[in-house]
């Protein structure tokens, strides 16, 4: 093994096209997160703001008070996080590298995430109106923004750029194709899309007894009452038919959408400092501090509404149900969220609106029985579809509170909410400490900080999941590496450089050679005897032509023991690792990724390779 090792690190004096990144300053860490669940240390981002909104830059240590869960915590570290305006090293020719410092951008950075999937159709166009006026008219000078849009997957629209005809083109040429779905499943109301099957008595002879009444008053009646049982019985048959497919279409959206946070998680993680997610929706699934909440609970934001009508209540019971089964996940990923310093921005895709759907062109105006709404029951169905909007706009600012953000609703300029959300944050303090309790028992943990400087404003992340996301099996690891290598967006939870060269001569099939450089604080080592450190980790070369098909993806593991000698070079100079890959002519994305088997940590970057014809 010592002679494998010291074949790979003999290998550092080949890699020379990369020894200016050799010589580049490493980051002090990883990321700098919001709040960093660790063994010793929890961080977290505070925005202080004066009463006219603008921020405060002099607040000092003994200024803030941080408690959590109602005990006072000492603050171990204390820093003043603002806009950096450096220039970005540029990398050599074939060369290629996840690391933030080729593409961190200047001022705080801004993903929008156009989220079609939890948006109708009727809203989609004012949303892609809006979206294009901020990229010509709001768009701030020198401010780079990235786009992705989120349909039945998540899909990388613009990296980060202050090119407002690249962030226009990138918008207009979004077009999603949704699964289908039913986004008043997971408001609290249903809305039937028909009328129940014809069920006349047609072709029975009245002169005929039914149930052995005769006379023709009991006859009437008979014949009423098996219509209204017929009727009854339908109905009730739509009705499930109806929640069922409710309850699939709500953990389609539930699941892709948790799926969507998660890959934005390791997509932004890497870069250091916060991160202002604005999401731009009409309904947002779940809580990000989910609760088992019973349909009481969920109906409890208006207390004065009617009586829920029998469909409310089943289909809450399915909403709830669904919601329910997506707590675990919800917490790894609000964990994930934290972890990466992502703040998050509702913005209401509905704009100015009524609060209720009844007058939406689409609606019949029928119940689930395939009859007019009146009198009562159309003042109680009106009433739902205010409760409904009241419990969404709930969960928007839910959203903002939990992570440090704010949300914008109800309003007609889109675009200047997307503007100020954008804007918003790049002045924050970091505060650190070491927790009471260091143990992850999976709890939620409130975060209290307050400043006893008078007219400040703070905002912060309410509290964290003591969850430790390093912990996953061999199945959810290699279903998250399969992800991220079909995913055109980097991530960055490993940084790594890597160097392609394609031959200079025609061949087929050709042999490309691959060097993956790690640097030293972007993997994880295990200390062993006599200063021996122990790596485990993974490398990729996944071959994908122009049409998105992947052709092969090799693979190798390095699970080693590092001798002290061999760790002091890798610390000076990386750790370099050599792969190849033999392609036909052609053209090529190569999805390169590593993966800490250690930690489950992530990082890749794509690398196109055109292979001449001889």
Same mark, same amino acid.
């Given at each position: 093994?010592?002679?494998?090792?010291?074949?790979?690190?003999?290998?550092? @004096?080949?890699?020379?096209?990369?020894?200016?990144?050799?010589?580049?300053?490493?980051?002090?860490?990883?990321?700098?997160?919001?709040?960093?669940?660790?063994?010793?240390?929890?961080?977290?981002?505070?925005?202080?703001?004066?009463?006219?909104?603008?921020?405060?830059?002099?607040?000092?240590?003994?200024?803030?008070?941080? =408690?959590?869960?109602?005990?006072?915590?000492?603050?171990?570290?204390?820093?003043?996080?603002?806009?950096?305006?450096?220039?970005?090293?540029?990398?050599?020719?074939?060369?290629?590298?996840?690391?933030?410092?080729?593409?961190?951008?200047?001022?705080?950075?801004?993903?929008?995430?156009?989220?079609?999937?939890?948006?109708?159709?009727? &809203?989609?166009?004012?949303? *892609?109106?809006?979206?294009? *006026?901020?990229?010509?008219?709001?768009?701030? #000078?020198?401010?780079?923004?990235?786009?992705?849009?989120?349909?039945?997957?998540?899909?990388?629209?613009?990296?980060? %750029?202050?090119?407002?005809?690249?962030?226009?083109?990138?918008?207009?040429?979004?077009?999603?194709?949704?699964?289908?779905?039913?986004?008043?499943?997971? /408001?609290?109301?249903?809305?039937?899309?028909?009328?129940?099957?014809?069920?006349?008595?047609?072709?029975?002879?009245?002169?005929?007894?039914?149930?052995?009444?005769?006379?023709?008053?009991?006859?009437?009646?008979?014949?009423?009452?098996?219509?209204?049982?017929?009727?009854?019985?339908? %109905?009730?048959?739509?009705?499930?038919?109806?929640?069922?497919?409710?309850?699939?279409?709500?953990?389609?959206?539930?699941?892709?959408?948790?799926?969507?946070? *998660?890959?934005?998680?390791?997509?932004?993680?890497?870069?250091?400092?916060?991160? &202002?997610?604005?999401?731009? +929706?009409?309904?947002?699934?779940?809580?990000?501090?989910?609760?088992?909440?019973?349909?009481?609970?969920?109906?409890?934001?208006?207390?004065?509404?009617?009586?829920?009508?029998?469909? =409310?209540?089943?289909?809450?019971?399915?909403?709830?149900?669904?919601?329910?089964?997506?707590?675990?996940?919800?917490?790894?990923? @609000?964990?994930?969220?934290?972890?990466?310093?992502?703040?998050?921005?509702?913005?209401?895709? *509905?704009?100015?609106?009524?609060?209720?759907?009844? +007058?939406?062109?689409?609606?019949?105006?029928?119940?689930?029985?395939?009859?007019?709404?009146?009198?009562?029951?159309?003042?109680?169905?009106?009433?739902?579809?205010?409760? /409904?909007?009241?419990? %969404?706009?709930?969960?928007? #600012?839910?959203?903002?509170?939990?992570?440090?953000?704010?949300?914008?609703?109800?309003?007609?300029?889109?675009?200047?909410?997307?503007?100020?959300?954008?804007?918003?944050?790049?002045?924050?303090?970091?505060?650190?400490?070491?927790?009471?309790?260091?143990?992850?028992?999976?709890?939620?943990?409130?975060?209290?900080?307050?400043?006893?400087?008078?007219?400040?404003?703070?905002?912060?992340?309410?509290?964290?999941?003591?969850?430790?996301? %390093?912990?996953?099996?061999?199945?959810?690891?290699?279903?998250?590496?399969?992800? @991220?290598?079909?995913?055109?967006? &980097?991530?960055?939870?490993?940084?790594?450089?890597?160097?392609?060269?394609?031959?200079?001569?025609?061949?087929?099939?050709?042999?490309?050679?691959?060097?993956?450089?790690?640097?030293?604080?972007?993997?994880?080592?295990?200390?062993?005897?006599?200063?021996?450190?122990?790596?485990?980790?993974?490398?990729?070369? +996944?071959?994908?032509?122009?049409?998105?098909?992947?052709?092969?993806?090799?693979?190798?593991?390095?699970?080693?023991?590092?001798?002290?000698?061999?760790?002091?070079?890798?610390?000076?100079?990386?750790?370099?690792?050599?792969?190849?890959?033999?392609?036909?002519?052609? &053209?090529?994305?190569?999805?390169?990724?590593?993966?800490?088997?250690?930690?489950?940590?992530?990082?890749?970057? @794509?690398?196109?390779?055109?292979?001449?014809?001889?």
């Amino acid at each position: 093994m010592r002679k494998f090792m010291s074949f790979i690190l003999s290998l550092i @004096t080949a890699f020379m096209p990369v020894v200016a990144l050799a010589q580049q300053p490493e980051p002090a860490q990883n990321a700098t997160p919001a709040i960093r669940v660790q063994t010793r240390v929890v961080l977290a981002d505070v925005i202080a703001t004066d009463n006219s909104g603008k921020p405060v830059t002099d607040l000092k240590p003994e200024d803030f008070t941080v =408690e959590e869960a109602g005990h006072k915590q000492k603050v171990t570290f204390f820093s003043l996080e603002q806009p950096s305006q450096a220039q970005l090293p540029q990398l050599p020719p074939g060369v290629y590298s996840n690391r933030p410092e080729y593409n961190a951008p200047t001022g705080p950075l801004t993903v929008i995430l156009i989220d079609s999937l939890n948006t109708p159709l009727t &809203n989609q166009p004012y949303v *892609r109106d809006q979206l294009i *006026r901020y990229a010509a008219n709001q768009l701030s #000078a020198g401010q780079r923004v990235a786009v992705y849009g989120l349909a039945n997957r998540l899909t990388k629209l613009a990296d980060f %750029t202050n090119d407002s005809m690249a962030l226009r083109l990138a918008i207009e040429g979004f077009t999603p194709v949704n699964v289908p779905t039913s986004p008043q499943a997971s /408001s609290g109301t249903t809305r039937s899309s028909g009328t129940i099957p014809n069920m006349s008595l047609e072709g029975k002879n009245d002169s005929q007894p039914v149930g052995g009444l005769t006379t023709g008053a009991n006859l009437q009646a008979q014949r009423s009452q098996v219509l209204q049982e017929q009727i009854t019985m339908a %109905t009730q048959a739509i009705r499930d038919f109806q929640e069922g497919q409710n309850s699939y279409e709500l953990q389609v959206r539930m699941g892709t959408t948790v799926e969507a946070l *998660r890959q934005l998680t390791k997509i932004l993680s890497g870069y250091p400092g916060r991160k &202002n997610l604005v999401w731009v +929706a009409a309904l947002f699934p779940f809580l990000l501090v989910p609760e088992d909440t019973s349909i009481e609970v969920t109906r409890a934001y208006d207390p004065t509404a009617p009586a829920p009508l029998p469909i =409310e209540n089943s289909s809450l019971a399915y909403a709830n149900q669904t919601a329910n089964s997506f707590n675990d996940e919800i917490r790894k990923t @609000t964990t994930m969220l934290s972890e990466s310093e992502v703040a998050i921005y509702p913005v209401d895709a *509905r704009g100015l609106f009524n609060g209720s759907d009844t +007058a939406d062109a689409s609606t019949s105006g029928l119940n689930s029985a395939g009859l007019l709404r009146m009198g009562n029951e159309y003042g109680r169905y009106v009433a739902a579809g205010g409760q /409904s909007a009241f419990f %969404t706009q709930a969960v928007m #600012a839910d959203l903002a509170q939990q992570s440090g953000g704010k949300f914008y609703s109800n309003r007609n300029d889109i675009d200047r909410a997307v503007a100020l959300a954008s804007a918003d944050g790049g002045v924050y303090y970091v505060l650190g400490y070491y927790p009471d309790k260091k143990r992850f028992d999976g709890e939620f943990r409130k975060i209290k900080v307050t400043t006893s400087r008078p007219g400040v404003h703070l905002r912060h992340r309410t509290g964290y999941f003591a969850i430790d996301t %390093t912990k996953s099996d061999n199945k959810q690891r290699e279903a998250e590496t399969a992800s @991220t290598l079909r995913s055109a967006a &980097n991530s960055t939870m490993v940084y790594f450089d890597a160097l392609v060269q394609p031959p200079t001569q025609p061949a087929n099939p050709a042999k490309v050679p691959v060097k993956f450089r790690l640097p030293a604080n972007s993997f994880t080592s295990e200390e062993s005897k006599g200063g021996q450190r122990k790596i485990n980790l993974e490398f990729y070369s +996944a071959v994908f032509n122009k049409e998105g098909k992947l052709l092969q993806a090799p693979h190798m593991t390095v699970n080693t023991t590092l001798e002290a000698d061999q760790y002091a070079q890798v610390q000076q100079k990386g750790l370099i690792v050599p792969m190849e890959v033999q392609l036909a002519p052609g &053209n090529y994305d190569l999805r390169l990724a590593v993966r800490d088997n250690r930690t489950g940590y992530l990082g890749s970057l @794509t690398a196109p390779v055109s292979i001449a014809k001889p």
